[in-house]
């Protein structure tokens, strides 16, 4: 199982960026993915999370109305369109996904740092 984030970068505030989360080794359709956020020093925070079957979002509140999240299957992609971007969305983006091999198992990209600022 591997996830890799990219898509990140610099930009400043009110702008947007797309980050992308590519997936590989698993049954890519079968699963919710979530996206999470970190800064240093504080706790991992879920950002939105999108399902597996009917595609259904949700989201935390402080990025409702700005971020979207979204699936290509085809592509065995996940992407989170991030828009009207302020200073405090600033942090290493990651995805995840709770998948089935032989047991449950808990994976993680290795995150895209997203910094807004003038």
């Known amino acids: 199982v591997q996830l890799v984030e990219s898509g990140g970068g610099l930009v400043q505030p009110g702008g947007s960026l797309r980050l992308s989360c590519a997936a590989s080794g698993f049954s890519f359709s079968s699963y919710g993915i979530r996206w999470y956020r970190q800064v240093p020093g504080k706790e991992r925070e879920l950002v939105a999370t999108i399902s597996s079957t009917s595609g259904s979002t949700n989201y935390a509140d402080f990025v409702k109305g700005r971020f979207t999240i979204s699936r290509d299957n085809a592509k065995n992609t996940v992407y989170l369109q991030m828009n009207s971007l302020k200073p405090e969305d600033t942090a290493v983006y990651y995805c995840?996904?709770?998948?089935?091999?032989?047991?449950?198992?808990?994976?993680w990209g290795q995150g895209t740092q997203v910094t807004v600022s003038s």
């Open positions: 995840y996904a709770r998948v089935w091999t032989s047991t449950w198992g808990d994976y």
